[in-house]
């Protein structure tokens, strides 16, 4: 059976090149980064090396970037390391309803412990008003957290403009960029940016190795305590492989990202371009024009997203749904619900995310497969046999 | 989410999908915005049920259910129909994931709507 993937928003295979140049990490650089000795000194090395590419591709200083375990931990990092050296009551953080879980449910944990969060709603196109942010501003506000695009919807929120309004109230502004890296320009001073979150695996690099920007002289509490790693801002011995990876990941974005957006960009246009001709009553979720390039999220009418995703799986396609009847609840998901999708569209809700290795005829046979899929559902459907009527 | 065989082969390949033309017992029961809806065709004469159909709105459990379930009342007499639990319709799935119960419990409704509505239809003396 043909298998496709299109699912790289979840996470992406490791590059070859990524891979061989962690074998060689492997092999050769077993040393702990912290010895003084001359095999702790090679390792140190390739860290440096990785953290130098790193801050190269978004435009900071090597000093302010600072390896994690990954997305969560950096989103983590970033909420609770800030509110904690606020040192204030009351703190109050501004984020918005469609950031990941790693950030909302954060933001829950410290309203439990006195927190204020002011979770700002989004427009039809999944987008937040800097104008609201601005609003939402009180003398009490430590933090704004606005994701730079959407993993569900692929929507690309206006982080810059942000980031102004937050530099004009002296207010740090971090912003989870896991999902935009390698598909939308970073550059943390354009972005005025205090914090940024990044994850290795959305960008070919391995998994469970990530890493925050902190712009010098933020003040933030550390998360992780023990050694002196990280500028004594993040004990743990390093992950020399995974920063390895991720380092050679970045490099790669380096020379070709321009190439892989054009890539995922019409490849992923011609997937939406084959499901509208081939299927009615399909929607675009997310911002049509500011969106990421390989992202691709669309509500079918009439029909299950579970359903949709078991019976592609059947065919071999790999997707994701934001609708899956996962709980009793049945609940959409919070991106899709703050988005205020119809009741007879959102549950066929599916996301499809091309990559650097999706084909054309990946693409054709998915477009050919999902009409298939839909009719066969829709036929047993009975909202879609009211319609009909 | 990890489903049987029974369950993806009746999710794939449903039996009795549609509606019943001379269905004397219509269970309707879900709606859009719970991401669920079931409807349950029944045609019963002298007390049996003769035809079962259904349509669903649904993930691949809920399908499942509703499929296996009008396999299971053909041929029941409405006071065995009137007995049919979430349970049955479970166990002739071979199981179905915990937070997937709740699809089969939309089944057992689905017939308790139908044999109402026939119950009505029976006091009407439309049948």
């Known amino acids: 059976m043909r298998e496709v993937y299109l699912d790289y928003a979840a996470t992406a295979p490791v590059e070859q090149r990524v891979l061989h140049k962690m074998n060689e990490a492997f092999e050769h650089v077993y040393g702990n980064p912290s010895s003084m000795h001359l095999i702790g000194r090679k390792a140190k090395g390739y860290v440096e090396a990785a953290r130098e590419s790193i801050a190269a591709y978004i435009g900071a200083d090597p000093k302010e970037i600072y390896f994690t375990s990954g997305g969560t931990e950096s989103d983590n990092w970033a909420l609770k390391g800030v509110v904690e050296a606020a040192k204030q009551k009351n703190a109050h953080i501004i984020t918005s309803a469609i950031e990941h879980h790693a950030i909302l449910h954060t933001c829950a944990y410290l309203e439990e412990r006195g927190c204020r969060v002011t979770r700002l709603s989004v427009d039809a196109n999944g987008s937040v008003n800097p104008q609201e942010v601005e609003k939402a501003i009180c003398p009490d506000t430590v933090l704004i957290s606005i994701m730079t695009a959407n993993n569900e919807i692929g929507t690309i929120l206006p982080v810059a403009e942000i980031g102004r309004i937050a530099k004009k109230h002296n207010i740090l502004f971090h912003s989870d960029a896991v999902q935009a890296l390698g598909s939308v320009k970073i550059d943390v001073n354009e972005m005025n940016v205090d914090l940024l979150s990044f994850s290795a695996h959305k960008i070919y690099g391995p998994k469970g190795i990530g890493a925050m920007y902190i712009r010098k002289g933020t003040p933030i509490a550390n998360f992780m305590h023990g050694g002196a790693q990280e500028l004594s801002k993040r004990a743990g011995t390093h992950n020399v492989t995974g920063i390895v990876g991720f380092g050679e990941a970045v490099e790669m974005l380096r020379e070709n990202d321009a190439k892989y957006v054009a890539h995922y960009n019409q490849i992923r246009t011609d997937l939406y371009r084959q499901i509208q001709e081939n299927v009615e009553d399909v929607l675009l979720n997310g911002d049509e024009e500011n969106r990421l390039p390989n992202n691709l999220n669309i509500s079918i009418g009439y029909v299950e997203g579970e359903a949709l995703l078991i019976s592609l799986d059947m065919e071999g396609i790999c997707v994701s749904t934001g609708s899956a009847c996962s709980s009793g609840s049945m609940a959409p998901s919070h991106v899709l619900g703050a988005l205020g999708v119809e009741d007879e569209f959102i549950h066929g809700t599916l996301r499809l995310t091309v990559g650097r290795y999706t084909t054309k005829e990946d693409i054709d046979y998915t477009a050919k497969k999902i009409k298939e899929v839909v009719d066969r559902l829709r036929a047993m459907s009975p909202l879609y046999k009211d319609r009909r009527k | ?127």
């Open chain 2, 1 to 127: 989410m990890e489903y049987t065989n029974k369950v993806l082969d009746h999710f794939r390949n449903p039996r009795n999908v549609g509606e019943l033309e001379d269905a004397n017992a219509v269970g309707k029961v879900g709606s859009p915005s719970c991401g669920d809806k079931m409807e349950m065709y029944l045609k019963i004469e002298e007390g049996i049920i003769k035809e079962a159909k259904f349509m669903t709105f649904g993930c691949a459990a809920a399908i499942s259910s509703s499929s296996v379930a009008t396999e299971l009342l053909k041929g029941m007499r409405v006071e065995e129909a009137l007995q049919l639990t979430n349970q049955r319709v479970v166990e002739e799935l071979g199981g179905l994931p915990e937070a997937k119960i709740h699809c089969s419990v939309m089944v057992e409704e689905a017939v308790q709507a139908a044999l109402e509505d026939y119950e009505q239809r029976k006091k009407q003396e439309i049948i």
